[in-house]
């Protein structure tokens, strides 16, 4: 069984930054990508990162120049780095962990945690 938990949510003023962290859990020998997504309050969950198996990243065009996704070397931990937050980065920061089709594990299964708050707000 796959368990994704993330942590390093909160509340901070506009400006400010927070770290997040998702750590993806098993005993099996998949391998992961890692991305984030968020959900704010009457809008749908968006796609915020996400880093592959080899390390490339992407973002969404919002966040850009102010968020950071980066991954330990054994690849089961990734971070959000978020700077220069905005009122409107407030949501629920969800991490998602899919398995690599590989000799071990069939690819495309998606885990999510159960996700971390984070409010900005003056």
């Known amino acids: 069984q796959v368990q994704v938990v993330e942590s390093g949510g909160g509340s901070v003023q506009p400006g400010g930054s927070l770290t997040l962290s998702c750590t993806a859990s098993d005993r099996t020998r998949c391998n992961y990508e890692m991305s984030w997504y968020r959900q704010a309050p009457g809008k749908e969950r968006e796609f915020v990162s996400g880093?592959?198996?080899?390390?490339?990243?992407t973002y969404t065009d919002s966040v850009k120049g102010r968020f950071t996704i980066s991954q330990n070397n054994r690849k089961d931990t990734v971070n959000l780095q978020m700077n220069d937050l905005r009122p409107e980065d407030t949501a629920m920061y969800y991490c998602k962990a899919t398995t690599v089709l590989s000799g071990f594990c069939n690819g495309g299964v998606d885990y999510w945690g159960k996700g971390t708050q984070v409010t900005i707000s003056s």
């Open positions: 880093i592959d198996f080899f390390g490339s990243t």
